[in-house]
T-cell receptor
Framework: SQTIHQWPATLVQPVGSPLSLECTVE??????LYWYRQAAGRGLQLLFY??????ISSEVPQNLSASRPQDRQFILSSKKLLLSDSGFYLC?????????????FGPGTRLTVL | AQTVTQSQPEMSVQEAETVTLSCTYD???????LFWYKQPPSRQMILVIR????KQQNATENRFSVNFQKAAKSFSLKISDSQLGDAAMYFC???????????WGAGTKLIIKP
């Protein structure tokens, strides 16, 4: 069966510091991968999605970036964090081929920027 | 643009009773997918049920069932025999057949009274 991991689970960072959040998927190949952010009490905002290694689509312009160095690894980064980057970050995957409609989520990372 | 509306910010139900959560959406597409996700206090997003628009039969997963009214663009979730573990935020989501992006509702907080 497929599993999705995220780490760290919790992170407290000062403003202006760099960020790296990692997401890995096991038990499948060629998944579509997604990064979402959720502010407290709100719905999900899609940040990035990827349909293959090195292929990243950005949905929201911001100081965050994403990379996919391996088939089942998705990384969310920032060079300098802002206070507004605080939130809950969720990684998700869906089957790539044939086109999969259902997204499955990881446990999330709670980021606090001080 | 597609939109998803959940008009009930909060619902409460007595344990063992039945509750229905509402969701409406706006689209001009004929082929699409609809989902209900549950987000408990742990904040991990868990798939509850999915519905393909081309299927007239309503999806069912154990105590969870949907009432899909395509013409009315309505997709409500019925939870039967409510249990304390059902307490969570419930999100309705829409995915166009040819697009990777999920469009999310704002969520409904479900409270289970013992």
């Amino acid at each position: 069966s497929q599993t999705i991991h995220q780490w760290p689970a919790t992170l407290v960072q000062p403003v202006g510091s760099p960020l790296s959040l990692e997401c890995t998927v096991e038990g499948t190949s060629n998944p579509n991968l997604y990064w979402y952010r959720q502010a407290a009490g709100r719905g999900l905002q899609l940040l990035f999605y990827s349909v293959g290694i090195g292929q990243i689509s950005s949905e929201v312009p911001q100081n965050l970036s994403a990379s996919r160095p391996q088939d089942r690894q998705f990384i969310l980064s920032s060079k300098k964090l802002l206070l507004s980057d605080s939130g809950f970050y969720l990684c998700a995957w869906s089957p790539g081929h044939p086109a999969g409609d259902t997204q499955y989520f990881g446990p999330g990372t709670r980021l606090t920027v001080l | 643009a597609q939109t998803v509306t959940q008009s009930q910010p909060e619902m409460s139900v007595q344990e063992a009773e039945t509750v229905t959560l509402s969701c409406t959406y706006d689209t001009s597409e004929s082929d699409y997918y609809l989902f209900w996700y549950k987000q408990p206090p742990s904040r991990q997003m868990i798939l509850v049920i999915r519905q393909e628009a081309y299927k007239q039969q309503n999806a069912t997963e154990n105590r969870f069932s949907v009432n899909f009214q395509k013409a009315a663009k309505s997709f409500s979730l019925k939870i039967s025999d409510s249990q304390l573990g059902d307490a969570a935020m419930y999100f309705c989501a829409y995915r166009k057949d040819s697009n990777y992006q999920l469009i999310w509702g704002a969520g409904t907080k479900l409270i289970i009274k013992p």
